[in-house]
């Protein structure tokens, strides 16, 4: 069993890495042909057909108090001197909060009533260190009950993985520590036209033909080598089905250049032409703002709303928004006062992003009291991280969650039915 610190140590180790079938390594390929065989436990997804969750991890500690923003709060406005978002730039969503006033386009999606806000979101006994904030969101343990992710915990529990080539897929250099489980091995992917097998130009037609004729005599020798063989040959057809899937694909948004707006181009381009992925994930990094923050997160703030508003509008032209639930996390929040170098230091009770044509839009959770801080000088969490989780198990992927997390935790009521 991997230690929490293995666990992040060695995320690429436990995934399939983004070079493609010619990267699969026997044991990886034996434990996905077990499972579509029959050989290993876990029940069958009981999710409606061709829903998807994408994680969205905002790495490093977003400052929600500037993203969504109590702009009508005394507190806020006098411990923010330099920082504070004016309350008459404040994109107002109600008489309290407004979202920062660079984040245009993503009001579009809460006129449409397809944006959620959860305030508050924490855990008992908050983690200040990055390692130890985000080991916690990603195994979904405060207090160690496990050592894998909870995703991976999804999948080991239903068997899903093996439902779709890209059934879990994370668009990154490695497999998160969200999606790993021992036994569970899913692909990672950053550019289409390099998941594929390197062959030599030379002869790559006859290398190809040799080594499919290579699996087909495999699978005719004996148990184990028939079933590593069917699976690299599937392999091998996903990278094709993913070359034919980029090629015919046509956003009906022009994207911006941004790695997070590559990232949700890659997911639409999948979703669309390739049914079945019911886990995705994504990450976008440069939260941790101890100085000098407006400026930064501000750029971070517009670069997330310009990608989510055109993802959005991508997957309502394809018919897809519906069957696409995303959802945002970051390792904490950041403290009410700004420090000395215009920025804030790590806190507590951040604020969770639902975007999706099934999402209830509005805003979910008890407000944080920004009078009574706790002694880091952070708002108080009022909505347990895990009750999100929860929600999006049962009610999108449509699995009981006890088993994955150990307990039962209240619903946010987010998601439509």
């Given at each position: 069993m991997l230690t929490r610190r293995e666990l992040l140590r060695r995320g690429a180790s436990l995934g399939v890495a983004g070079g493609g079938a010619s990267s699969l390594a026997a044991p990886t390929l034996l434990w996905q042909a077990r499972v579509a065989d029959g050989g290993a436990a876990?029940?069958?997804?009981?999710?409606?057909?061709?829903?998807?969750?994408?994680?969205?991890?905002?790495?490093?500690?977003?400052d929600d108090l500037n993203m969504v923003v109590p702009y009508t709060d005394g507190t806020y406005l006098s411990s923010r001197p330099t920082l504070r978002v004016e309350p008459s730039t404040a994109i107002r969503?109600?008489?309290?909060?407004?979202?920062n006033p660079v984040m245009g386009n993503l009001k579009r999606i809460w006129d449409k009533k397809q944006l959620a806000l959860i305030e508050g979101v924490g855990y008992p006994?908050?983690?200040?260190?990055?390692?130890d904030a985000m080991t916690i969101w990603q195994t979904a343990a405060p207090k160690g009950e496990f050592n894998d992710g909870w995703l991976g915990r999804y999948f080991k529990e239903t068997g899903a993985q093996t439902n779709s080539a890209f059934a879990g897929l994370d668009i990154g250099g490695s497999v998160a520590p969200m999606l790993q489980a021992n036994g569970v091995m899913l692909p990672?992917?950053?550019?289409?036209?390099?998941?594929?097998m390197a062959l030599d130009p030379r002869d790559a037609t006859e290398r190809l033909e040799a080594?499919?004729?290579?699996?087909?005599?495999?699978?005719?020798?004996?148990?184990?080598?028939?079933?590593?063989?069917?699976?690299?040959?599937?392999a091998r057809e996903s990278t094709e089905a993913l070359g034919r899937a980029v090629g015919s694909y046509e956003?009906?948004?022009?994207?911006?250049?941004?790695?997070?707006?590559?990232?949700?181009?890659?997911?639409?381009?999948?979703?669309?032409?390739?049914p079945g992925t019911k886990v995705a994930y994504t990450m976008v990094g440069g939260f941790d703002s101890h100085s000098f923050q407006r400026q930064s997160q501000d750029t971070?703030?517009?670069?997330?709303?310009?990608?989510?508003?055109?993802?959005q509008t991508d997957l309502s032209a394809h018919g897809k928004a519906q069957d696409v639930l995303l959802v945002t996390w970051s390792e904490f929040g950041r403290r009410v006062k700004e420090n000395g170098s215009q920025g804030t230091d790590h806190g507590d009770g951040g604020a969770m992003l639902a975007m999706g044509g099934s999402v209830k839009g509005g805003i979910y959770g008890e407000a944080p009291d920004l009078r009574t801080l706790d002694s880091n000088g952070s708002q108080r969490w009022t909505t347990d991280f895990r009750s999100v989780y929860a929600t999006m198990l049962e009610e999108w992927l449509g699995v009981d969650s006890s088993t994955i997390l150990g307990d039962r935790f209240e619903h946010v009521p987010f998601v439509s039915a």
């Open positions: 876990g029940a069958s997804a009981s999710a409606p057909a061709d829903r998807t969750l994408i994680i969205v991890q905002l790495a490093g500690g977003n969503l109600d008489d309290r909060l407004g979202l006994d908050p983690q200040y260190s990055h390692f990672t992917l950053q550019n289409p036209a390099t998941y594929k080594w499919k004729d290579l699996q087909e005599a495999g699978r005719a020798r004996n148990k184990y080598l028939s079933l590593i063989g069917s699976a690299s040959l599937g956003p009906a948004v022009t994207y911006g250049r941004d790695s997070l707006s590559t990232s949700l181009r890659l997911l639409a381009t999948i979703i669309v032409n390739q971070l703030l517009e670069i997330l709303s310009d990608a989510f508003s055109n993802f």
